[in-house]
């Protein structure tokens, strides 16, 4: 009778530690399942760029390669629905309007104006936008702050080093006496840049004339009246619709001698004499993450921090730098101090094309 009681406390055994292993194995089953979900899903993702410009274009093309390889790795697709609103508002609205009905998984606004309207158009709508390229993020209202946006969009911000910028000009030209703001009013991510240029301008005893516009004869007008007004230099900071009407302004001011700074290495692509800022192929690659990070593991733009970048690239556009008397070499040594790293370029006409930069 004993001997019956422990063979039945033996298979009792067996059978609850088989029932054990059971539930373990159908455990990890559904784990497994349940993290290769999301294999073969395919997502939907809208990218909408302001205008054609170098830097612009190379933060698409770099969305777009990355999201191809991310979809490799994990098994996933990204279907891509490009569209460029050419710095037209009415188009812009119409973009935002048709990818909302669309239903878009995720839309990539390309540069501040773009993000404000894709923000607006996607209110209540639960559609994430990831921003790329938004100089003043918190400025511009998109986000209550850089660390915890607080709502359905987040993204990557290309903020400019104002001061640098200056360095950069005095470094080129110390006898600079009086110094041209160009930019254009209705680019809030200009804002903040120019009113800290103002401040650290006055503060170095340098006289500053201000000229905006927001047309391409505008934006030459103005290149004109800064001409006429004789200044040593000009500071434009990270603003599409002056870095649009580059190639028609650039010559002037090479011709008058006037170092043009921009707030981007695409002005030097087009003509100015320096672009100083981020590298904007990083941003693009970044930007395509942070897409992935929302739609693949299911990260909150809300409290998903702004990113960041090194933004002490500076790009000379060697080509400019010879018209306007400038020595290279004595250039890049004086530069050295301001920057991270130093660039040159020769104009390129095609807005598309932004190879032709060589690391130095």
Do not use: W
């Not at 067996?14 to 349940?34: Q, R, Y």
């Amino acid at each position: 009778m004993k001997m019956k009681k422990n063979l039945l406390k033996k298979f009792t055994a067996i059978v609850l530690t088989a029932a054990v292993c059971l539930s373990a194995s159908a455990c990890g089953n559904a784990k497994s399942s349940e993290t290769s979900g999301k294999s073969g899903k395919t997502y939907k993702v809208g990218v909408v760029q302001y205008v054609d410009d170098a830097s612009l274009n190379l933060i698409e093309q770099n969305v777009e390669s990355r999201l191809k390889e991310i979809g490799k790795e994990k098994g996933v697709k990204f279907e891509i629905d490009y569209q460029n609103g050419q710095a037209d508002g009415s188009t812009l609205n119409q973009i935002a309007a048709n990818m909302v009905a669309d239903k878009e998984d995720c839309i990539v606004a390309i540069a501040t104006p773009t993000a404000q309207i894709m923000q607006a158009a996607t209110e209540g709508k639960n559609i994430p936008i990831i921003f790329s390229a938004a100089s003043d993020p918190v400025g511009a209202k998109l986000v209550n702050s850089m660390d915890k946006p607080g709502a359905n969009i987040t993204g990557t911000s290309d903020a400019l080093n104002t001061e640098a910028v200056i360095n950069l000009m005095l470094a080129a030209k110390p006898d600079t006496k009086k110094v041209g703001l160009l930019y254009s009013k209705s680019e809030d991510a200009s804002a903040k840049a120019i009113k800290d240029a103002k401040k650290i301008l006055d503060k170095k005893g340098i006289k500053y004339v201000e000229k905006t516009g927001t047309t391409v004869d505008e934006v030459s007008a103005a290149a004109d009246a800064l001409i006429a007004e004789k200044v040593d230099s000009v500071f434009t900071p990270t603003d599409n619709t002056i870095m649009t009407a580059e190639l028609s302004i650039y010559e002037k001011l090479s011709k008058a001698g006037i170092a043009h700074f921009g707030g981007a290495d695409s002005f030097a692509l087009n003509g100015a004499f320096c672009g100083f800022g981020v590298n904007y192929a990083n941003l693009g690659s970044k930007t395509a993450d942070m897409v992935a990070d929302v739609l693949v593991n299911g990260s909150d733009p809300a409290s998903t921090p702004v990113e960041t970048f090194d933004n002490g690239i500076a790009t000379i556009n060697t080509e400019t730098c010879k018209a306007i008397g400038l020595n290279l070499d004595d250039v890049e040594k004086a530069f050295k101090p301001y920057c991270t790293s130093i660039n040159e370029t020769k104009t390129n006409v095609k807005f598309n094309d932004a190879s032709d930069s060589d690391a130095q």
